[in-house]
């Protein structure tokens, strides 16, 4: 029932920023985790950022310090502002919502996943 677009991707060069945002749609009361992964040619994809409902974050270490993760509970949208791009961080980035409440006490079970933006970083 949940469905998540991503949008704000495309081509920087290194050191720039780019804001990504991701927005949930369908029978949702709330989302207790929503996440962003990466996924670059030839490898796994990784974890990047996580945010939850209390607005608690995690971050993983390669964007520490560069990568600002928040939500909108309201809009059920989260961001990730990437700054201070490089050219290891080109990839395709894709949303996740996990926790999904659709009714107070009620979650549906599911992952939910995003159909990816692609990120770009050149020198």
């Known amino acids: 029932q949940v469905h998540l677009v991503e949008s704000g991707g495309g081509s920087v060069q290194a050191g720039g920023s780019l804001r990504l945002s991701c927005a949930a749609s369908g029978t949702i009361f709330s989302i207790y985790s929503m996440d962003w992964y990466r996924q670059a040619p030839g490898k796994q994809r990784e974890l990047v950022a996580s945010?939850?409902?209390?607005?608690?974050?995690n971050y993983a270490d390669f964007v520490k310090g560069r990568f600002t993760i928040s939500r909108d509970n309201a809009k059920h949208t989260a961001y990730l502002q990437m700054n201070s791009l490089k050219l290891e961080d080109t990839a395709v980035y894709y949303c996740?919502?996990?926790?999904?409440?659709?009714?107070?006490?009620?979650?549906?079970?599911?992952?939910?996943w995003g159909q990816g933006i692609q990120v770009t970083v050149s020198s």
């Open positions: 945010i939850h409902k209390d607005g608690s974050t």
């Open positions: 996740n919502a996990d926790g999904v409440e659709v009714v107070p006490g009620i979650m549906d079970g599911l992952h939910h």
